[in-house]
């Protein structure tokens, strides 16, 4: 019945610390070796999702920057959905983002990570993979192959950014919430469940094959994407609020996904190696 699983990584798949356990690991893994296909659908950066796919030790398709992008589990680029320069430049620019200087900016590159300032603790969330930011001065980059905007600070801060998106460029864009401190931007044709929809069409799935596991707001469009979607515990009360019917399973802090994933396939729930 079901032949793909995929699944979102901060709040769902890894742990508090945003990291993968040992019984995560021996969960995915035996479940790919039974012939499952992963899918790996994330808001973080195509090269620290890769490093964290090394960690896991299988083999999945990556979904990255909410869905701007789509690698093979050969690392072929199967799509790309970028930014137009012009955005680019316009929402790193202070009117967008605040006078008062307090948010964090980053830009998602093919292969780098740009930010406006060096801040240090956001690296310990890319513990797994060793993947580091470069201090760059966005207000004067050229915005070419972009395929995300990432903004860091106080949820209030964060709304007012928002509030600016919105009243700057409408609907042309996809901004979302992937934690409360983290409020995210790309073009508006992305989405995970969009990315999703692609990968199962390259593998001649149905979504009524695949189950998904998400505990955010940028996860809406994978949940509603996927036949058999599951939210974490610890989710965001909005996306609880938004998706009522989608049933809640175990916290990320327990490695909820990898024992729901073991009920659903009737594995040993005591089996870590």
């Known amino acids: 019945m079901y032949k793909v699983i995929a699944t979102d990584l901060d709040g769902t798949l890894l742990n508090a610390d945003h990291q993968v356990d040992p019984f995560t690991v021996a969960t995915v893994r035996k479940l790919e070796s039974d012939g499952l296909q992963f899918v790996i659908a994330t808001g973080r950066h195509y090269c620290d999702v890769a490093g964290i796919r090394n960690v896991l030790g299988i083999n999945p398709y990556l979904i990255t920057s909410n869905g701007a992008r789509i690698h093979t589990p050969d690392d072929e680029v199967l799509h790309a959905d970028d930014l137009s320069p012009e955005i680019v430049r316009r929402v790193v620019r202070p009117e967008i983002v605040g006078e008062h200087g307090r948010v964090i900016v980053s830009l998602f590159a093919d292969q780098a990570w740009l930010i406006d300032r060096d801040a240090p603790e956001l690296l310990k969330l890319h513990q797994d993979s060793g993947f580091t930011y470069e201090v760059t001065d966005l207000v004067n980059y050229h915005g070419g192959d972009i395929a995300k905007a990432l903004y860091i600070g106080d949820p209030a801060d964060l709304a007012q950014v928002a509030a600016n998106l919105e009243r700057e460029f409408g609907d042309t864009l996809y901004v979302t919430y992937s934690l409360p401190d983290c409020l995210e931007v790309m073009t508006s044709s992305v989405s995970k469940g969009r990315a999703l929809q692609i990968v199962l069409e390259r593998l001649g ?38 998706l009522p019917n989608v049933p809640r399973i175990g916290n990320n802090f327990e490695a909820g996904v990898a024992h729901h994933l073991r009920k659903l396939f009737s594995i040993d729930d005591e089996l870590t190696a």
């Open 205 to 242: 799935v149905d979504a009524s094959h695949c189950v998904a596991f998400g505990d955010n707001m940028n996860d809406i469009d994978l949940l509603e994407t996927a036949g058999h979607p599951f939210m974490m515990n610890n989710a965001n009360p909005d996306l609880i609020t938004r």
